[in-house]
């Protein structure tokens, strides 16, 4: 997978363009950031890298890379 | 020897709580989207009087007008809820007594939630297979919303009260009870939990804090609290397992399942279980755009809305999940079975 990849994950479950999001910028300040995105984020990480995330995980993110980041690392183990 | 459910029936309580009335009571919520993803567009909630038990007793009432199953019949009762009417008795007593069933017959409460309803047909079946009862009342009967902060998002949004009955026999035809599976994993029991009410944590005469959490939702300490994620991770590990332990068990594979009924937890996560299992969508119903996640009582509702469309022989696969953790499902041959659906 590809940043860009996850990128576009990232967007799609906080329903925005692909080009909103900058990865550099805190999950939080998203308006369109919820509980139910993280949700999604969980179901499409799942359904398409079979990558699970663990509570730890998401307590440890604050930026959208940070989420990348994790996800890249867990690939790369797998 | 085999058990059979013979007859189904189900209460909703009056009050109807619409995404419209929760948008306009809290105006930072975005419903539509909600609704959207939950797929719940109303849910029904208990009057302030009216418990778990009085929902019980309504679903038994309605159930007795309407099947052939007479009360005297009945020897054994067991009563699915975690909304009991008081730390004791047992509920099961009480109903017992108002339902006017006889002395003879056995009287339980057991505290389950999403997976109550197949932990209430296992005990069922081996209560009738063994010759210790010949005619098992099982009913269901939950109000999440008393434990509710109406200012708390992400449970208010999800959750219904709902009460419901069934009979199940050993000496009567019906859908017979083919196997059953449960399993349970304490280490999430945190995850949905109600804190403060029991005797780890009693209610104080000072009233608890409400605080906000990070996403804007207000609870105290003993109102119902949730962690959707984690809920959504062990569901995903659990669920799939437990349907292929159940199918391997029983030598079937899910093509010759005719039906999925689903704990009606929430569109989104059933949809997304559907998927992850590459279930038709034919077979697998969702019940609860008017209902929200009524807890134990999904499964049965959802059961009584499709039993029209229900034939004889049809193998009906029905799985609870949730809190605990707590897990089951369990495999039916349908045949007819009295239904009288909530309305």
Known sequence: MTNAELVELFAEALEIEASAIQPEKEIAEYKEWNSLAWLTIMALLDERYNIQLSAADFRSFVTVQDVIDNITSKASAA | MSANITALSCYLPERKVSNQELQAENPTWDMEHIGQKTGILCRRTAAENETAADMAFSAAERLFDTASVKREEIDYLLFCTQSPDYALPASACILQDRLQLSVNCGAIDFNQGCSGYIYGLQLANA??????????????????????????????????????????????????????????????????????????????????????????????????????????????????????????????????????????????????????MHLPREKVPLFMSDIGNTVSNTIPLTLSSIAPQLLPGNKVVLVGFGVGYSWGAGLLEWADVEVSPAV
């Not at chain 2, 009567?172 to 109600?194: F, M, Q, Y």
């Not at chain 2, 332990?245 to 569109?267: I, S």
């Open chain 2, 127 to 276: 209560l009738v297979c063994s010759g210790t009862a010949r005619n098992v009342l099982l009913l269901t009967g939950e109000t999440y919303s008393k434990y509710i902060n109406c200012r708390d998002r992400s449970v208010r949004t999800l959750f219904g009260d709902a009460a419901t009955a069934t009979v199940i026999s050993g000496s009567k035809p019906g859908a017979r009870i083919i196997t059953t599976e449960v399993g349970t994993d304490g280490s999430g029991s945190s995850n949905l939990i109600v804190p403060v009410g029991g005797a780890r944590q009693r209610f104080s005469a000072t009233p608890l804090p409400e605080l906000c959490d990070e996403n804007g939702s207000i609870r105290s300490a003993a109102n119902l609290f949730m962690n959707g994620q984690e809920l959504f991770t062990f569901t995903l590990k659990r669920v799939p397992a437990l349907i292929d332990r159940l199918l391997t068990k029983t030598g079937l594979v899910a093509n010759d399942v005719d039906l999925f009924v689903f704990h009606q937890a929430n569109a989104f996560m059933n949809e997304y279980l559907r998927k992850k």
